[in-house]
């Protein structure tokens, strides 16, 4: 079966713990998430052989990470650690309105220097070669520098030439970027070297001002991306493939509770039924019935005997 491999951060978590949200002290519960990181969960829930690329470092949370990883059945031989080094971590804190805020501590975390190091590079790629598919997002670009970015994109052009497939998910949030321009000119970049693009039109508008499907559509027509995917909530969702557009409907969910993750959980069934060749319609139903467990549940990795006995394969 082949393989794919999920690069990015994965972060320590906060987050209010429910039985105590109305006692005057906060108490928080721990857990770990990130896009590409809860992407690659919902991959190998789904029963895709993943792997997960990041960096992290040797203190106890670091630890926790890599045996949740190993856990979920996700290979754990392309996270590398360094001593004295953490992770990032955010805390999540419902406002008085009822939405999430979310607060971040990631400007140290080693995860920022993937690609940064010559050595750890050469290592790297020799073992991404090996996997068929590759997954990032517009957030692994993000925390990275420039230098890396440009070693990342290279890799991405001989990966592809060696006959790789690589999928890739905007994910644009605007703090982790210098400006919007920036953003603009690296997204551009990585979408003329994706295969398949899996795009949220909220960041489409956001990053670009779109203000129609169409728009977002002819924008990257020139890039050569053979499946572009347009996730839109609710409703129906967008496939260009070949050049032909698809609606696919989205049917009704009753008793959302939380949609933390539904992108990235769409992203795992979508790739995950790819991978095992299903062909892109009935790759966009899975998508979306991943994602439709995901958010009738809390956070964006649900508890995994609560995923199991809804998943139907
Ligand atoms: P993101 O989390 O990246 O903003 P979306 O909100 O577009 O992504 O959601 C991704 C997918 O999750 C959608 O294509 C849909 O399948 C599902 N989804 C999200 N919100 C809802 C909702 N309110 N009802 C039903 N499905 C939803």
Known sequence: MARIAAIGEVMVELAPYPEAQ????EIMALGFAGDTFNTAVYMARTGTRTDYVTLLGDDPYSSQIISLAASEGIGTKMIETMAGRLPGMYMIRNSADG???FYYWRKEARARELF????HTDRLTKQLMECEYLYFSGITLAIISEHS????LNFVDEYR?????FCFDINYRPRL???QQQAQQIMMDMMRHADMALLTLDDEELLWGDGSIDATVARYRDCGISELILKRGAKEVVAVVDGEEVHIPVPRVDGVVDTTGAGDSFN????SARVKGYDFRSAVEHGVHVAS???RNRGAIVKKSKFDADYLP
Do not use: F, M, T
């Not at 940064?116 to 050595?119: L, Q």
């Not at 970015?149 to 990342?152: K, M, T």
């Not at 030439?161 to 497939?165: K, S």
């Open 268 to 271: 795992a069934g979508y790739v």
């Open 116 to 119: 940064a190091e010559k050595s």
């Open 22 to 25: 109305n006692n005057e002290q």
């Open 177 to 179: 970027w210098d400006c």
């Open 161 to 165: 030439a060696a006959g790789g497939v």
């Open 149 to 152: 970015r440009e070693v990342l």
């Open 293 to 295: 467990i995901v958010i």
């Open 99 to 101: 939405e999430r805020e």
